[in-house]
T-cell receptor
């Protein structure tokens, strides 16, 4: 099956800093989504982005499907951005999740 | 809309007990799934359903049963609980299994299960 690797596993930022989270996948996909799990455990869907670029406020994502990676950009980070960010991908199967990047934003 | 509703939020079981985790969605989603989350393991798929009456196994199905008698409900049954099933369980749903139209996956709030 498809393998998903996320990097870095852990990231600590000062409030106001920018960051880039990476998701590599092992096969072609037609579905790629980014999720944020907040410190209370709630999973929120950030982007559906199997290819191209999308932006939502301070967050943006880019997927280069031909090179099998996706990037999540967080600009001007805030303490509320803390949590775990998951990338999930699929071809014609249910979504497979990476192990996540744990982000801690310090005031 | 309530979205995806999971009950209970917390549960403690003894080894060998059985129980059912409930999941309901009010978005008329065809696709529903169960994941478990363990520290450092991400989310792993247990079972999924692409519509009423249709279920299939995911990555870690052993020890769990599911059924899908209605579009709205997708309960997960633990037949004989084991300590290895201590985990956080998430139910999720989407309009379409393949998401070819850009349909996002929505999660419930999770059930924290401890098996002693």
């Amino acid at each position: 099956g498809i393998q998903v690797e996320q990097s870095p596993p852990d990231l600590i930022l000062q409030e106001g800093a920018n960051s880039t989270l990476r998701c590599n996948f092992s096969d072609s996909v037609n579905n790629l989504q980014w999720f944020h799990q907040n410190p209370w455990g709630q999973l929120i869907n950030l982007f559906y982005i199997p290819s191209g670029t999308k932006q939502n406020g301070r967050l943006s994502a880019t997927t280069v499907a031909t090179e099998r990676y996706s990037l999540l950009y967080i600009s001007s980070s805030q303490t509320t951005d803390s949590g775990v960010y998951f990338c999930a991908v699929s071809g014609n199967t249910p979504l497979v999740f990476g192990k996540g990047t744990r982000l801690s934003v310090i005031a | 809309n309530a979205g995806v509703t999971q009950t209970p939020k917390f549960q403690v079981l003894k080894t060998g007990q059985s129980m059912t985790l409930q999941c309901a969605q009010d978005m008329n989603h065809e696709y529903m799934s169960w994941y478990r989350q363990d520290p450092g393991m991400g989310l792993r798929l247990i079972h999924y359903s692409v519509g009423a009456g249709i279920t299939d196994q995911g990555e870690v199905p052993n020890g769990y049963n599911v059924s899908r008698s209605t579009t709205e409900d997708f309960p997960l049954r633990l037949l004989s609980a084991a300590p290895s099933q201590t985990s956080v369980y998430f139910c999720a749903s989407s309009y379409s299994f393949l998401s070819t139209g850009g349909e996002k996956l929505f999660f419930g709030s999770g059930t924290q299960l401890s098996v002693l």
